[in-house]
Nanobody, 114 residues
Framework: QVHLVESGGGSVQAGGSLRLSCAASGALFSINVMGWFRQAPGKQRELVAT???????NYADSVKGRFTISRDNAKKSVYLQMNSLKPEDTAAYYC????????WGKGTLVTVSS
């Protein structure tokens, strides 16, 4: 059974930084895509950033230039460095892995105050 555990969420003032981490455990033989999604209250879940096994990255326009995704395949981990945070970044952030199947973490809350 696969488990994804996120950490690093919290409360920060606008302009601050946070680093999210996600570690996967279980039978994952070939991880294709690792990434982060977020869901703000009353809104749909949206893509934040993804990183493929080949090294390609993709970002939502709203976070380009502020967020950086990275992954450590040996550790089955993915990270999200978030800088210049804005109140509109407030959301629950979910880790995502595709390894033939889709797997999701339970989420970590990020709150940005103005």
């Amino acid at each position: 059974q696969v488990h994804l555990v996120e950490s690093g969420g919290g409360s920060v003032q606008a302009g601050g930084s946070l680093r999210l981490s996600c570690a996967a455990s279980g039978a994952l033989f070939s991880i294709n895509v690792m990434g982060w999604f977020r869901q703000a209250p009353g809104k749909q879940r949206e893509l934040v950033a993804t990183a493929t096994s080949g090294g390609a990255t993709n970002y939502a326009d709203s976070v380009k230039g502020r967020f950086t995704i990275s992954r450590d395949n040996a550790k089955k981990s993915v990270y999200l460095q978030m800088n210049s945070l804005k109140p509109e970044d407030t959301a629950a952030y979910y880790c995502y892995i595709n390894s033939g199947m889709d797997y999701w973490g339970k989420g970590t809350l990020v709150t940005v105050s103005s």
